[in-house]
């Protein structure tokens, strides 16, 4: 496997290492960082400005003065939300990295790294091993991931509308989402197959469920009703229909299609 899997690994690592530290007693416990919405980033980038900026610079990249070190790439001494509170909130021992005033809130905290954490999605941060034009035409060419996925108005109805996924999914989970597609399917992508009184087998996306109906779109778009009361029997499948790519794609094609994932935000 390439680059990224490599990273999701050390990930997992360092994430282990996030949990360990937030045992330690006064800091930050795991529950994830509640003051993240766009108010927040906003919130933490003043603040930012005002106190973090003179040492990591207006545009967090660092200085080489002051020793700060680039807080838009992947941190050396924090992976997960809490380990980068606690540094925030504790300082760095026996350096210029000085703790947060005391009576500075935790919501405040959260909001500084609700600001970092946005700077390190953002993908003009991201070193990605693939490439953004690769993964465009593969997407609609070999891999034909359109037949399922829409994109900025093309495409299929078998799955979620991609559009803006780059801003809902990190590197690691889009590539998940190729390798996995089986792990955490939300309801809306189950597939139902049904079998009617006359016997007849008939599958598709489950649309709507009820008591007394069953609603269902096949895979050329049809929408299919039953009254639950004429069904012979009914199966819920909680896969994705979505195959998995290990073995269809090759590994650089795989990194360049989640160049192109992670691309497709609101601003393209
Ligand atoms: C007086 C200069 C100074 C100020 C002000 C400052 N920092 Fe730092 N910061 C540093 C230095 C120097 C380091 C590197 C310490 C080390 O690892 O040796 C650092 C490290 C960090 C790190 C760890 C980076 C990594 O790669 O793991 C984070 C996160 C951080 N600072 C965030 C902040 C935030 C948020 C603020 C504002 C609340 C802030 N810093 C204010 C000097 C400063
Ligand atoms: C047969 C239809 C089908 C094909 C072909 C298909 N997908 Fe999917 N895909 C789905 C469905 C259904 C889901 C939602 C269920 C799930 O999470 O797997 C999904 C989910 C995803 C997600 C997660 C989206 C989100 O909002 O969380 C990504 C990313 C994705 N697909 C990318 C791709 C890529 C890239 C390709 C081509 C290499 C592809 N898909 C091919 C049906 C398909």
Redesign the pocket.
Known sequence: MGNLTTQLGRLLTVALGGLFLAAGGSFAEDAGNLYNTNFDINAGLKYFERQCSRCHGFDAKGNDETGAPDLTGRLARASSEVGLFNIIRTGIAGTAMLPVAADLPDSQVWQLVAYIGSLSTDPANIDLPGSVASGTS??TSK???N???MVNGQG?R???D?SR?GE??SPE??LS??LN??I???PR?WTMRVTDSDGAVREG?RMNEDSFSLRIMDEELNLWSYPKNQIESFERVEA????S?TQT?SDSEIDD?VAY?FSLRKEN
């Open positions: 593969l997407f891999a034909d991931c037949s399922c996925h299929g078998l799955g979620p991609l996924v809902r999914r989970e889009l989402d190729m597609p089986h955490d399917v939300a992508w996306l994705s229909t979505m195959p790519y794609l299609l994932l």
